[in-house]
């Protein structure tokens, strides 16, 4: 029995998300049933964490066990080969048997994208969150300092989830301009239930000058009614786990 650690890039607006669901089409769905026309084998393949629906990945990361001695350089070819066109398998490695692709991560890093454009943009339709309202980039860069360091961020976390804690870790973050885009990168040793959405939807709302509280403010309250809006989960992206 070998452990397959697996790296997946996917477009996620077609699933409803990473996990399996009776009614509609998931990413785990797509990739266990791949896995098992080539190996004949009912793989359960566990992910780093959940992505919601219409979340996308650039580096995913998921580990299952198989019996088939598929050399690991050939298994990403063979299991694209029975995926749609908007999933992929970047690369396999063999790791030790108790490596798990969740408990085993140490930090990701998620990026989020804004079209801040008067206009709808086709081109980013599935990939950014569009914003039409100016936005003061300068003063979003340095409320968003804020949020590094070990905080309480109960007040960016989604009804539905049950955590232990809500004491979560921001090693980074970064808020850059390119003409039309804004693009936040948040790289942090777990998040909480549309965390990164909220951070986003926040910095939106400061920007715009809708949320006259200092971000420093708003996370020390520890009151979802305190933060912005949760940004829209296509301009999401999974872009790194680190082990």
Not at 52 to 67: S, W
Not at 163 to 186: F, G, Q
Request: charged share 30%; with cysteine.
């Amino acid at each position: 029995m070998r452990n397959i650690m697996i790296t997946i890039e996917y477009k996620g607006t077609n699933y409803c998300g990473w996990q399996i669901q009776n009614d509609r089409t998931s990413i785990q769905e797509c990739i266990e049933s791949a896995i098992y026309k080539i190996t004949n084998e009912k793989a359960n393949v566990t992910s780093s964490g959940r992505t919601d629906a219409g979340v996308h990945a650039l580096g995913q990361v998921a580990n299952f066990y198989t019996n088939s001695r598929i050399p690991v350089d050939k298994l990403p070819g063979a299991i694209n080969s029975k995926l749609p066109d908007d999933i992929s398998i970047l690369d396999a490695k063999e790791v030790d048997y108790d490596f798990h692709a969740r408990y085993s991560a140490k930090k990701k890093r998620y990026r989020y994208v804004i079209l801040n454009s008067k206009y709808k943009r086709p081109i980013y339709n599935d990939f950014a969150y569009l914003v039409k309202y100016k936005l003061d980039i300068d003063k979003m860069i340095q409320e968003s300092k804020y949020l590094i360091g070990e905080h309480d961020f109960k007040g960016f976390m989604s009804t539905g989830s049950s955590v232990k804690t809500t004491v979560r870790t921001i090693y980074d973050i970064s808020l850059k301009k390119e003409e039309d885009l804004i693009i936040l990168e948040v790289e942090g040793n777990g998040f909480l239930y549309n965390m990164v959405r909220i951070i986003a939807g926040t910095l939106v709302d400061i920007g715009r000058g809708r949320i006259n509280l200092s971000l420093k403010d708003i996370i020390e309250s520890k009151n979802r009614d305190n933060a912005g809006h949760t940004a829209d989960s296509k301009g999401l992206f999974l872009k790194k786990v680190y082990y």
